[in-house]
């Protein structure tokens, strides 16, 4: 019998890979591309549009190009499924299906005046806390797709028109892959825009009111296994057509990736920014300390929502440390860097680039490194940055105890800076909880094909996804709880000094 496969699409912040698995869930063979990250003040980032449909036209051809090395036929591949980066917001032209400018990205603070101006409005942020489980801030599309209307004005010329179409990067993918064919997007990533209703599973009809913003305009939200359309893609002299049947949001994907199915189950993401997500069941859970309550998939007419934390840089400050400060040679080194140290001396770095999300929410909070003497070397700041990560992860882990009075068994991670020994120790001792590493960094292309495999009826239902879980590390805690909290102790004490620095 002939061996199906599935396509998946991981379009993320720094780049865009694509995978091909085969039915249990193996990785056949991937292919990934870098894309600019455009900033043209401090705080603010930038997508180019084409660019990334490119990127993943060229990552998808690839990938298929060597499976046909392979023995593979492009004919066994069944489905398509795609994970984007969330929040990253765009507006194009639906006749010319022209980009009417760069995408902003969702840790740009472009949009943080406009929403400063919406948290004095009476009972806005209370309604859009009740309605949508979001905050109102700078993170979420809604105040980005209104930077964009105010600042651009072939944006506000376009939708007087009636020809704009606001979407996130899935809706733009799709748009571009379907030949312009449908505007749509999914349950979770539209649970991530800070307009969609996680009850009634819709736009916000009142929202939408009080912010000027058209249904018309935003694309039709589906299911996360659902027909989103097909793709045509070229692979070498000839065009594949292959039904996208799945699309979710990235870190909701790495929850489906690492098999996070029941109540109570969390992973962490480690990737540009750190995401830590919590299985809340079938009923949203609302946070007193700040955390999220977003959609974390509906299949069928089963829906389970996640409250979710995140930390804004994680890799990208080991970027920065390479291409920025230029004390970093290669990922590769990090680990050499952090063990050279028997301890971090006391040298702590606040990752505040972007500002603090929960449980703290200072969009005035800056990066900033403390502790620092003569005898700190560009180990100790290596270290601090590693260490920084695990700090802000397990004061999520904590909000997500109180909250739901769910005590973690274990952390579940991925991403990319769980190549580094060092976190997956350190965060194992801070969390006095096993960190268990799956046997491929790839949950987040797993999960959209999960997705695709269960929209195009490869697959019955989750729990036949089960069989396919593997483990590939379990780190167990070692460290004393005196130096535990010490350290968070210390950490808690930097991050205070940090606070509020760009209204000073």
Same mark, same amino acid.
């Given at each position: 019998?002939?061996?199906?496969?599935?396509?998946?699409?991981?379009?993320?912040?720094?780049?865009?890979?694509?995978?091909?698995?085969?039915?249990?869930?193996?990785?056949?063979?991937?292919?990934?591309?870098?894309?600019?990250?455009?900033?043209?003040?401090?705080?603010?980032?930038?997508?180019?549009?084409?660019? !990334?449909?490119?990127?993943?036209?060229?990552?998808? &051809?690839?990938?298929?190009?060597?499976? =046909?090395?392979?023995?593979?036929?492009?004919?066994?591949?069944?489905?398509?499924?795609?994970?984007?980066?969330?929040?990253?917001?765009?507006?194009?032209?639906?006749?010319?299906?022209?980009?009417?400018?760069?995408?902003?990205?969702?840790?740009?603070?472009? %949009?943080?005046? !406009?929403?400063?101006?919406?948290?004095?409005?009476?009972?806005?942020?209370?309604?859009?806390?009740?309605?949508?489980?979001?905050?109102?801030?700078?993170?979420?599309?809604?105040?980005?797709?209104?930077?964009?209307?105010?600042?651009?004005?072939?944006?506000?010329?376009?939708?007087?028109?009636?020809?704009?179409?606001?979407?996130?990067?899935?809706?733009?993918?799709?748009?571009?892959?379907?030949?312009?064919?449908?505007?749509?997007?999914?349950?979770?990533?539209?649970?991530?825009?800070?307009?969609?209703?996680?009850?009634?599973?819709?736009?916000?009809?009142?929202?939408?009111?009080?912010?000027?913003?058209?249904?018309?305009?935003?694309?039709?939200?589906?299911?996360?296994?659902?027909?989103?359309?097909?793709? %045509?893609?070229?692979?070498?002299?000839?065009?594949?057509?292959?039904?996208?049947?799945?699309?979710?949001?990235?870190?909701?994907?790495?929850?489906?990736?690492?098999?996070?199915?029941?109540?109570?189950?969390?992973?962490?993401?480690?990737? #540009?920014?750190?995401?830590?997500?919590?299985?809340?069941?079938? =009923?949203?859970?609302?946070?007193?300390?700040?955390?999220?309550?977003?959609?974390?998939?509906?299949?069928?007419?089963?829906?389970?929502?996640?409250?979710?934390?995140?930390?804004?840089?994680?890799?990208?400050?080991?970027?920065?440390?390479?291409?920025?400060?230029?004390?970093?040679?290669?990922?590769?080194?990090?680990?050499?860097?952090?063990?050279?140290?028997?301890?971090?001396?006391?040298?702590?770095?606040?990752?505040?680039?972007?500002?603090?999300?929960?449980?703290?929410?200072?969009?005035?909070?800056?990066?900033?490194?403390?502790?620092? #003497?003569?005898?700190?070397?560009? &180990?100790?700041?290596?270290?601090?940055?590693?260490?920084?990560?695990?700090?802000?992860?397990?004061?999520?882990?904590?909000?997500?105890?109180?909250?739901?009075?769910?005590?973690?068994?274990?952390?579940?991670?991925?991403?990319?800076?769980?190549?580094?020994?060092?976190?997956?120790?350190?965060?194992?001792?801070?969390?006095?909880?096993?960190?268990?590493?799956?046997?491929?960094?790839?949950?987040?292309?797993?999960?959209?094909?999960?997705?695709?495999?269960?929209?195009?009826?490869?697959?019955?239902?989750? %729990?036949?996804?089960?069989?396919?879980?593997?483990?590939?590390?379990?780190?167990?805690?070692?460290?004393?709880?005196?130096?535990?909290?010490?350290?968070?102790?210390?950490? =808690?004490?930097?991050?205070?000094?940090?606070?509020?620095?760009?209204?000073?």
């Amino acid at each position: 019998m002939r061996k199906n496969y599935i396509l998946s699409i991981d379009q993320g912040t720094t780049g865009t890979r694509a995978v091909l698995f085969d039915e249990a869930l193996t990785q056949v063979c991937t292919s990934y591309r870098e894309h600019e990250q455009i900033s043209r003040r401090p705080g603010w980032t930038e997508h180019d549009p084409e660019e !990334i449909y490119r990127n993943t036209c060229l990552t998808a &051809a690839e990938t298929l190009g060597a499976a =046909r090395k392979m023995g593979i036929s492009p004919e066994a591949v069944r489905c398509m499924g795609i994970a984007n980066q969330g929040e990253t917001v765009m507006a194009w032209d639906s006749v010319s299906g022209k980009p009417l400018g760069n995408a902003v990205v969702w840790h740009c603070t472009r %949009s943080e005046g !406009i929403a400063k101006g919406l948290r004095k409005l009476p009972g806005f942020p209370e309604l859009v806390r009740e309605r949508t489980g979001l905050q109102v801030d700078a993170y979420f599309s809604a105040t980005k797709i209104l930077w964009l209307r105010e600042k651009l004005p072939q944006v506000r010329a376009a939708e007087a028109a009636g020809r704009i179409r606001y979407g996130t990067l899935d809706s733009w993918l799709i748009w571009k892959l379907t030949g312009g064919r449908r505007h749509v997007t999914d349950v979770t990533t539209a649970s991530r825009t800070m307009l969609f209703n996680i009850h009634g599973l819709d736009w916000d009809g009142e929202i939408l009111e009080r912010l000027g913003i058209e249904r018309r305009f935003l694309p039709e939200v589906l299911s996360n296994c659902a027909d989103f359309g097909t793709a %045509s893609l070229a692979v070498g002299d000839s065009v594949l057509e292959i039904p996208i049947a799945g699309s979710i949001v990235d870190q909701q994907a790495a929850l489906l990736g690492q098999f996070c199915f029941e109540k109570g189950m969390a992973k962490a993401t480690y990737g #540009t920014g750190c995401f830590v997500l919590m299985n809340a069941g079938e =009923r949203p859970v609302f946070s007193s300390h700040g955390l999220l309550t977003s959609v974390g998939w509906k299949i069928g007419e089963t829906v389970c929502y996640v409250l979710d934390g995140a930390v804004y840089m994680a890799g990208a400050v080991m970027q920065w440390l390479r291409d920025g400060l230029q004390i970093l040679e290669g990922y590769e080194k990090l680990d050499e860097y952090a063990l050279s140290l028997k301890g971090n001396d006391g040298v702590y770095f606040v990752t505040a680039f972007s500002g603090l999300s929960a449980p703290v929410w200072d969009a005035a909070a800056r990066g900033m490194l403390i502790g620092l #003497t003569t005898n700190s070397t560009r &180990a100790h700041v290596v270290r601090a940055a590693l260490e920084s990560v695990a700090y802000q992860v397990c004061e999520l882990a904590e909000c997500l105890r109180e909250d739901t009075g769910i005590a973690l068994r274990e952390l579940k991670v991925d991403g990319g800076l769980t190549k580094s020994r060092f976190l997956n120790q350190f965060q194992a001792d801070l969390l006095n909880l096993p960190v268990v590493l799956t046997e491929s960094c790839e949950a987040t292309a797993k999960g959209a094909a999960m997705l695709a495999g269960l929209g195009a009826g490869l697959y019955q239902g989750l %729990s036949q996804l089960f069989t396919y879980q593997i483990t590939d590390n379990t780190y167990i805690p070692k460290m004393s709880e005196g130096e535990r909290e010490r350290l968070l102790h210390d950490w =808690r004490c930097a991050v205070d000094r940090a606070r509020g620095w760009e209204e000073r």
